[in-house]
Structures are given as structure tokens and as C-alpha cells.
């Protein structure tokens, strides 16, 4: 009964390839996220979707495509993978309105050898 | 630029006494802030929050402070557990803004 599951959870990739991560929540929520959390640890929201409409896109490479086929999936397509793609990925979701909190997923290794 | 800031990357806390996380942040259009939990591998859980009309939220042993004044709050965990061991990430968010967190304050609570 995972609420907001994604896959893979690790994932060791060459240079230059192209990979992607998929999120699903089954919580009904009409808002999800994809953030990064760096070698510095900071959490960094990427991207944001509301019924399947980006809403919010912040300075993230184009190399970085969401496609959200549906309000309970938000994947994440990196093309080109470079070494500082290297992090944790979040997806996260949340029913939109004031106070309503985001859940995350567990996360998303990704290691570009 | 750093608009939720988490000044102390560690704490060390005895189990049974107080733990107190602190978190300021720069943006005064911030109206909501939450405290979320984080075990190793796995994602942010959701611990407690509190709207910018109240100065005080308390949940068992978890209470989060908001003085606005000073823009900063803070968690105090009484008493600590050792299970209370976890990064603890501070996050903002206002009207239009996207959630902001800060970068975590890793908590170890002695048995």
C-alpha cells in the first residue's frame, strides 16, 4: 500500500546514456514533484505538475523530461546523462490546497559512472 | 541563495532529554512551514507543521515554534528517543512559492 512509489531505486549508469525513473502515488493527489537532493544534500524542487499540466519548471537542463501520462504518474527522462547528474531523486505528491503536505517516495539512487 | 537555512548540520542528544532543531529562513512571503523526518534510503516523512497565524503546533512529543519576527522556528523532540535518530529537514512554502527546504540537521540521540 505504498502511497508514492518510484523506480528504480539505484541505478549505475554510463556517461552519455539515457535513462529514466518512474513515479506512481496511489493517494488520489492532483499535484506531483520531482526533486534532487545533491552532493550537498540540499533538496531541490525540478519540476512540478498539476493534473498532468507543468506548472512549475525551475532552471533544471533540458536534458531533464518529465512526462506525467496520467495524475498518478510523474516520470522522469535524462538524456545525455552527465557525472553531475549524480544524486538522489525524489518524486513527491500532494492534493493541492493551503496546508496540505507532500509526500515523497523513497528515492532514487542514480551513480552516472 | 539559501531561503530556508539549517544552520547546524549535526546534533548529539542524550535519549530522554530535549532535542531542539532550529531553522530561519529569509522569505517573508513563507506562510507554511513543515518539519520533515528522513531515515537513511529511504524519503522525506512528513513530521509536523504549523500555518504562520499560530506561534505554537504540538504533536505528542513533537512541538514546532514559529516566531515570526525573527523568521525562524524550531522542533523540540521531549524526550528524545533513539529511534528520534534521522535527518531532520525544515521546508517553507507561501502562495505561489514551491516548497523550500533547508539542508537538514542529522540528529543522533544516545542511549
Known amino acids: 500500500d505504498t502511497a508514492v512509489s518510484q523506480t528504480p531505486k539505484y541505478l549505475v549508469t554510463q556517461m552519455g546514456n539515457d535513462k529514466s525513473i518512474k513515479c506512481e502515488q496511489n493517494l488520489g493527489h492532483d499535484t506531483m514533484y520531482w526533486y534532487k537532493q545533491d552532493s550537498k544534500k540540499f533538496l531541490k524542487i525540478m519540476f512540478s505538475?498539476?493534473?498532468?499540466?507543468?506548472?512549475i519548471n525551475e532552471t533544471v537542463p533540458n536534458r531533464f523530461s518529465p512526462k506525467s501520462p496520467d495524475k498518478a504518474h510523474l516520470n522522469l527522462h535524462i538524456n545525455s546523462l552527465e557525472l553531475g547528474d549524480s544524486a538522489v531523486y525524489f518524486c513527491a505528491s500532494r492534493e493541492t490546497g493551503r496546508g496540505n503536505t507532500i509526500y515523497f517516495g523513497e528515492g532514487s539512487w542514480l551513480t552516472v559512472v | 541563495d539559501q531561503q530556508v537555512k539549517q544552520n547546524s548540520p549535526s546534533l548529539s542528544v542524550q535519549e530522554g532529554r530535549i532535542s531542539i532543531l532550529n531553522c530561519d529562513y529569509t522569505?517573508?512571503?513563507?506562510?507554511?512551514f513543515l518539519w520533515y523526518k528522513k531515515y537513511p534510503a529511504e524519503g522525506p516523512t512528513f513530521l509536523i507543521s504549523?500555518?504562520?497565524?499560530?506561534d505554537k503546533n504540538e504533536d505528542g512529543r513533537f512541538t514546532v515554534f514559529l516566531n515570526k519576527s525573527a523568521k525562524h522556528l524550531s522542533l523540540h523532540i521531549v524526550p528524545s528517543q533513539p529511534g528520534d535518530s534521522a535527518v531532520y529537514f525544515c521546508?517553507?512554502?507561501?502562495?505561489?512559492?514551491?516548497?523550500?527546504f533547508g539542508k537538514g540537521t542529522r540528529l543522533s540521540v544516545i542511549a
Open positions: 505538475y498539476n493534473n498532468k499540466e507543468l506548472i
Open positions: 504549523i500555518s504562520s497565524i499560530k
Open positions: 521546508a517553507a512554502s507561501g502562495r505561489g512559492t514551491p516548497l523550500v
Open positions: 522569505n517573508s512571503m513563507f506562510d507554511y
